[in-house]
């Protein structure tokens, strides 16, 4: 079923989705071509209602069915896969939310696509610090607010594909207190509806403009003017930060699949390049007599490239559908205390599968590129593309940095790490219990190590940086990244336990098990080191980043 959508979408991508980009004439965004009629065909197979809520025409997926969809369709063309992306989370953010009213007015027809969906919480001088947003709501009386404000980076703000975009928007009501306490959360359709549920012809919302920029050119960018624009609260008035993080959560572990998208876009193209293209001979002889020169992957340095791709797509993967796994289970707990568990593990590794995934998408991407030599750099290959739009997923939904701060410290500090103590317990459960697998032993043991290593660790900063305020945003980057390479590394046992299950027991997949195998010893002897040096960076005196003038970066 998800081949053919997966085949299509790379077709889109690759012949028309290159640097085509969106075009804007100054009120409407035209998407590449084909682009439109991917997203009919989408919508037709029912692909966006996946795992809604069958109450408004969803089908009832566990999400973790409607992940591996995602995939498929981050790795064809993740820039298409944007626009219905962003609808999924502002599916998502009204069910927790939004009262009985605005769901039957609105869910329906952004659950089955009819409709797609945004986000719109950037303004100029309010980045990261929303604390800062100055978009006003007035009440009008009828239950309805006037908004008036500029939001800026709106992805998909603005396209061809549906007849109405549904926007959330974080504004300001007149008496709203100061800071993030002072936001709350509105509905904004692009049209509104007449009495007979039509749409209007004048639009509600405009697009004043698109971004050009270095990657995902065929996703608009847009700058949204809020002129008056009639908009809806959705929940209780300044509690937008917290409903938008719904949404937010939603995107992050989507960016997250973007990162793999990469990784195994770059890798499929990698491998079969470095397999024909002929170069020099093995280090230890001709391997293949009959041609002129033995193919690139004969080389070491070639191989070392595609494991390292391999073994981080591959675990990365398994983190994303245990992720989802996870948030499944959370919807489905029998009680609030299975639950809240269920969430704290969750909440955890979200910032991880956010920025490790994405910081490692672009590295991958890299690497790929560098199989392929010069040839990598010229846009024909089609290398260049990946590694260009995926170095967005490192900036946008909150930054590596803003990540790696809340993973050290909402998720772990600010609840004196239980959630993670109660994760790296589960690790060492799960490496007690296969402890008497002597051909898992010395990664098993290995994995043991770090995951009590990593509870020590956090003791150790929670204790300095009660002397030393700048020790959490000095470690928090190196933290996240040895917190990504040790929950991959229990990944990769996890895989190893079941690959070497399926092969004492027999299997017509032998090839795929052994792989498993390979790719796990390599990725614990060149990946997982990675590791020592990241634990001397982040446990470094904050004094060597601190205690330079600011003047003094550039000296005239």
């Avoid at 809806?232 to 008035?237: A, D, N, Q, V």
Wanted: glycine share 10%.
């Amino acid at each position: 079923l998800i081949s053919p959508m997966y085949s299509a979408l790379w077709y889109q991508r690759r012949v028309h989705g290159g640097d085509e980009g969106v075009k804007f004439d100054g009120n409407d965004v035209f998407t590449p071509a084909g682009w439109k009629e991917a997203y009919a065909k989408y919508v037709e197979g029912g692909w966006p209602s996946l795992p809604a809520p069958t109450q408004y025409g969803g089908q009832g997926f566990p999400l973790a069915v409607d992940i591996v969809k995602s995939e498929f369709c981050a790795t064809a063309n993740w820039t298409w896969f944007m626009y219905p992306m962003l609808g999924h989370g502002a599916v998502e953010c009204m069910l927790s939310w939004a009262d009985e009213q605005l769901k039957d007015r609105f869910l329906t027809k952004l659950i089955s696509g009819e409709w797609t969906g945004t986000m719109c919480l950037t303004e100029g001088n309010a980045g990261s610090d929303l604390g800062q947003v100055k978009t006003k709501a007035e009440p009008l009386g009828d239950g309805t607010y006037k908004i008036t404000g500029t939001k800026i980076f709106i992805s998909s703000g603005e396209c061809d594909f549906a007849p109405n975009i549904i926007h959330l928007v974080l504004a300001r009501l007149p008496d709203a207190p100061a800071g993030t306490k002072g936001i709350s959360l509105f509905l904004v359709p692009k049209y509104l509806a007449n009495a007979d549920g039509s749409l209007q012809s004048q639009k509600n919302v405009v697009c004043a403009g698109i971004e050009h920029k270095m990657g995902i050119k065929g996703s608009a960018t847009c700058v949204m003017a809020f002129d008056g624009s009639i908009g809806y609260l959705i929940g209780k008035p300044n509690e937008g930060m917290k409903q938008m993080f719904s949404f937010m959560n939603t995107a992050r572990l989507h960016v997250g699949v973007q990162g793999l998208g990469a990784c195994e876009l770059a890798y499929q193209n990698a491998v079969p390049y470095a397999k024909e293209r002929l170069a020099g001979r093995s280090p230890t002889g001709t391997k293949f007599p009959d041609k002129v020169a033995d193919p690139l992957i004969v080389h070491p340095d070639i191989r070392r490239m595609l494991l390292k791709i391999k073994s981080f797509t591959e675990a990365g993967r398994c983190l994303i559908y245990w992720s989802a796994f996870l948030e499944d289970k959370a919807r489905w707990a029998k009680s609030d205390k299975e639950k809240h568990a269920f969430e704290g593990e969750l909440g955890l590794l979200t910032p991880i599968v956010k920025a490790f995934l994405s910081e490692g998408g672009f590295e991958m991407a890299n690497d790929a590129l560098q199989v392929y030599g010069g040839h990598g750099f010229i846009k024909e290959w089609g290398m260049e593309q990946i590694l260009r739009d995926v170095r967005i997923s490192t900036l946008y939904e909150g930054t590596t940095g803003i990540q790696s701060m809340d993973l050290i410290g909402r998720k772990v500090m600010m609840n004196r790490g239980k959630d993670l103590a109660s994760f790296c317990g589960s690790i060492i459960a799960f490496c007690t219990k296969n402890m008497t697998n002597v051909e898992m032993l010395p990664h098993t043991l290995t994995v043991m190590k770090y995951a009590t290593e990593w509870l020590e660790l956090t003791a150790k900063l929670m204790a300095t940086a009660q002397k030393d305020p700048n020790v959490l945003q000095s470690a928090a980057v190196d933290y996240l990244q040895y917190s990504g390479y040790v929950t991959f590394a229990y990944m990769w046992l996890r895989m190893e336990a079941v690959a070497r299950k399926k092969l004492a027991e027999g299997t017509s997949e032998k090839e795929f098990y052994e792989a498993k195998l390979h790719t796990s010893d390599f990725y614990f002897a060149r990946m997982l080191p990675r590791t020592k040096s990241l634990v001397d960076t982040m446990t470094a005196p904050t004094k060597v980043l601190t205690s330079l003038p600011a003047e003094s970066f550039i000296i005239e």
